[in-house]
């Protein structure tokens, strides 16, 4: 199978040797491509969609992966016991949801070594709640596919220095390494606080805000951050 831009960057994020799960695992492309490829020796694929799961059934069943992948229909990190997986991978969802499923289960997230997460939005919200409960940051990368940028983080078990507000936003492995799509990645988010702000603006009230006031200030940040470059 030939992973798209956004999975091959969550797969190079994960660990060699490790028991994967994969929640929100749609077709279970990324688990069945890193058993084929002996990354991970066992993983569960975990959907609330009953489609979803038998899509992933389809997979695994025509990759004669049945015994090494386990599908099963359940919400968030309700489809683990603890101790059943060391890398959890949640891709495809906004950040505050991803924060939930992860609050939601501290039984099973106390086993968990890795996360592999790529929020759809609210990143600096997810970056913030790792940071806050005992996960550092050690990695982030940003993906093309399909005409939009992904951003992928990856997670450890450790202390973690809470970044600067802009850096939660835009991403502080991103910045330090300077990722080649970083420049394209702020223009994006300038643009998306732009239009947020201009519609804040109209109305008098909402130009008084406290949030229309830390919207223009992340903008400012983030365009003293492009002339860093």
Same mark, same amino acid.
């Given at each position: ?52 799961? $038998?899509?992933? +059934?389809?997979?695994? /069943? !025509?990759?004669?992966?049945?015994? =090494?992948?386990?599908?099963?229909? *359940?919400?968030? #990190? ?13 891709a495809g969802m906004g950040g505050a949801l991803i924060t939930e499923i992860l609050s939601g289960a501290p039984d099973v997230l106390a086993r968990v070594q890795t996360l592999v997460l790529q929020p759809m ?29 992904? $951003?992928?983080? +990856?997670?450890?078990? /450790? !202390?973690?220095?809470?970044?600067? =507000?802009?850096?939660?936003?835009? *991403?502080?492995? #991103? ?30 009230t909402a130009r008084q805000s406290a949030e229309y006031r830390e919207t223009v200030s992340q903008i400012a940040a983030l365009r003293t951050m492009l002339a860093q470059f």
């Amino acid at each position: 199978m030939q992973l798209d831009a956004r999975l091959a960057a969550i797969a190079a994020f994960v660990p060699h040797g490790t028991v994967l799960a994969d929640i929100g695992g749609d077709h279970a492309y990324l688990a069945a491509t890193l058993v084929m490829e002996g990354i991970a020796p066992r993983a569960v694929v975990g959907d609330l969609s009953a489609g979803a799961c $038998e899509a992933a +059934r389809r997979t695994v /069943g !025509a990759q004669r992966l049945t015994r =090494e992948i386990d599908v099963r229909q *359940g919400d968030g #990190l309700s489809v683990l016991t603890p101790g059943e997986a060391e890398s959890i991978v949640i891709a495809g969802m906004g950040g505050a949801l991803i924060t939930e499923i992860l609050s939601g289960a501290p039984d099973v997230l106390a086993r968990v070594q890795t996360l592999v997460l790529q929020p759809m939005n609210g990143a600096a919200k997810l970056r913030r709640w790792l940071c806050e409960n005992g996960w550092n940051i050690v990695d982030e990368t940003l993906a093309r596919a399909n005409g939009r940028l992904y $951003e992928i983080i +990856r997670a450890e078990r /450790g !202390a973690c220095e809470m970044p600067d =507000e802009v850096l939660l936003f835009i *991403g502080p492995k #991103l910045f330090e390494k300077r990722d080649p799509l970083l420049r394209e990645h702020i223009d994006a988010q300038i643009e998306k606080l732009t239009r947020a702000a201009a519609g804040m603006g109209a109305s008098p009230t909402a130009r008084q805000s406290a949030e229309y006031r830390e919207t223009v200030s992340q903008i400012a940040a983030l365009r003293t951050m492009l002339a860093q470059f």
